[in-house]
């Protein structure tokens, strides 16, 4: 699809982390408890110190209206870990050991929930699922724009592997090239062109997905339909490419900040992520002179 109004990255923000060296503490919220869940889970502790980095001024979002704010997000895992912390506690005290608001937390929605509730988000609150989820969560939060039904969301893709899960996803025949799997969150703030004054740090004009196995420059035109023509520079993640680590949900966003808002060169950019199967997604970027 090829939008006609182009929709504004007024911010960005992202967060990384080896597994094995531990997460460190500036990259978490302080702990707090939500009046509704309980004490914040560290998944959404990581997630919201960088929606810190990445949103306007407490000002600007009141002038927006949070009713007209959304959220998306994508993930592979979510807060499993919360599920299996559960499961584990069942087999080794019973149900009576079992915390209540662990049930909430290891929703697939938990994070994305918990994001909307800490910053009074009313708008449209999604969670997609699955590798190349974090580039679909904002592709669907720019359909929500587009369509006006908000005027800005924060969107993008995390994820944190648990001990468990890392192990699993380490013995996996997807990830068998990666050189490892690490934390990682990354985020941007869309909005539409009238919202605010200054100028952007980069535009979404358009974005494809294919579940054929289309190649990169294939998804790439289909997004610039309608626009002059201009070579983008193509950026792809893959599950478990050979040799850099995977950030999972999280690595096709991560790559949107750092290789593109951040030090990406003037110009078109198509940002495209492959998951598991054939299925890919490209948002395509115009990076302003």
């Known amino acids: 699809m090829t939008l006609r109004d182009p929709i504004d990255i007024l911010g960005f923000a992202s967060a990384s982390s080896p597994l094995d060296a531990g997460m460190p503490p500036e990259l978490l919220l302080p702990e707090r408890r939500a009046k509704k ?4 889970p560290d998944k959404a502790r990581f997630v919201l110190q960088t929606v810190k980095a990445c949103l306007p001024p ?6 927006i209206g949070r009713e007209r704010i959304g959220v998306s997000l994508g993930t592979v895992l979510g807060s499993m870990d919360a599920a299996e912390q559960c499961l584990a506690t069942v087999r080794s005290e019973g149900f009576k050991g079992v915390t209540p608001s662990w049930y909430a937390n290891g929703l697939p929605n938990a994070t994305a929930a918990i994001v909307a509730s800490v910053h009074g988000f009313q708008g449209p609150n999604l969670t997609l699922l699955g590798h190349a989820s974090g580039l679909e969560a904002l592709v669907m939060a720019c359909r929500q724009i587009a369509s006006g039904r908000v005027d800005a969301m924060l969107a993008g893709g995390f994820d944190w592997p648990s001990a468990w899960q890392l192990d699993r996803l380490q013995r ?6 990666a050189s ?3 934390a990682g969150a990354g985020l941007v703030w869309l909005a539409r062109r009238t919202v605010r004054d200054e100028p952007p740090c980069g535009q979404v004009i358009g974005w494809s ?3 054929r196995g289309a190649d990169n420059h294939s998804l790439a035109a289909a997004a610039a339909q309608g626009w002059p023509d201009a070579e983008p520079v193509i950026h792809e993640t893959a599950c478990g490419a050979a ?3 995977d950030h999972l949900a999280a690595g096709a966003p991560l790559q ?3 290789d593109v808002l951040m030090h990406g060169r003037s110009g078109r950019h198509a ?7 054939p299925a890919a997604t490209c948002l395509l970027i115009q990076r302003p002179d």
């Open 256 to 258: 949107l900040v750092r």
């Open 37 to 40: 869940v309980g004490a914040l």
């Open 172 to 177: 996996s025949t997807e990830m068998r090239g």
């Open 180 to 182: 490892g799997v690490h």
């Open 271 to 277: 940002v495209v992520a492959r998951g598991f199967g």
């Open 243 to 245: 040799g850099q680590a």
């Open 58 to 63: 407490q000002e600007a979002l009141a002038a």
């Open 209 to 211: 997905q294919s579940w």
